[in-house]
């Protein structure tokens, strides 16, 4: 089985710039979440998603929103963007176990680089 | 209330010595403690993960041991090998609430293995 895939793996944006990240979760999940990983603050939790609809989100602004499709592929985006979002944006997947993400399948990552 | 604490920060352990990683949490509504171990340039890979109804489990060389009273789990690795050198965050979520699975995660520990 395909592991959890992120597209684009590096990015370079302008500060006031917004960009879209994408995420295909492995096949036959259907929760996504997003989390962020910066070496200052660590792995912070962004949003999850199931079923096209976001049941949580994390402390962040809203600049920062996402989605999903039908066939569970999840997109992340961030508008105005500033020079602290440069970040890796991880995507990871998960099966439910009782309508909960438990065991969460991360991908390689999306290294953003703002400028 | 939502931390995890992870200690030390940096580990060097000698091949074939154990290494033992440690975290404490406080929200007593967490339930399901996972470990990931991730290298340079690749996303967390989850290892092992334990729930509050048992106090240890082991997968090979990786064992989690887990005190509920005291609120403390820790990773520990018996015959560390170079090829162990990475970062390993453990983390917490717990299902109730608006949750959803949402992994709350630890400052990560650097374990370098020498030869």
């Known amino acids: 089985k395909a592991g959890v895939t992120q597209t684009p793996r590096y990015l370079i944006k302008t500060r006031g710039q917004q960009v879209t990240l994408s995420c295909s979760p492995i096949?036959?999940?259907?929760?996504v979440s997003w989390y962020q990983q910066t070496p200052g603050q660590g792995l912070q939790f962004l949003f999850e998603y199931f079923s096209e609809t976001q049941r949580n989100k994390g402390n962040f602004p809203g600049r920062f929103s996402g989605r999903q499709f039908s066939n569970s592929r999840s997109e992340m985006n961030v508008s105005t963007l500033e020079l602290g979002d440069s970040a890796l944006y991880l995507c990871?997947?998960?099966?439910?176990?009782?309508?909960?993400?438990?065991?969460?399948?991360f991908g390689p990552g999306t290294r953003l680089t703002v400028t | 209330q939502q931390q995890v604490k992870q200690s030390p920060q940096s580990l060097i352990v000698q091949k074939g010595g154990i290494s033992i990683i440690n975290c404490a949490y406080e929200n007593t509504a967490f339930d399901y403690f996972p470990w990931y171990q991730q290298f340079p340039g690749k996303g967390p890979a989850l290892l092992i993960a334990i729930r509050p109804d048992v106090s240890e489990k082991k997968e090979g060389r990786f064992t989690i041991s887990f005190n509920k009273s005291a609120k403390q789990f820790s990773l520990h690795i018996m015959d560390s090998q170079p090829g162990d050198s990475a970062t390993y965050f453990c983390?917490?979520?717990?299902?109730?609430?608006?949750?959803?699975?949402?992994?709350?995660f630890g400052q990560g520990t650097i374990l370098t293995v020498h030869p």
């Open positions: 990871a997947s998960s099966l439910l176990d009782q309508g909960v993400a438990r065991e969460q399948y």
């Open positions: 983390a917490a979520s717990q299902a109730g609430g608006t949750s959803y699975g949402k992994l709350t």
């Open positions: 096949s036959g999940h259907r929760s």
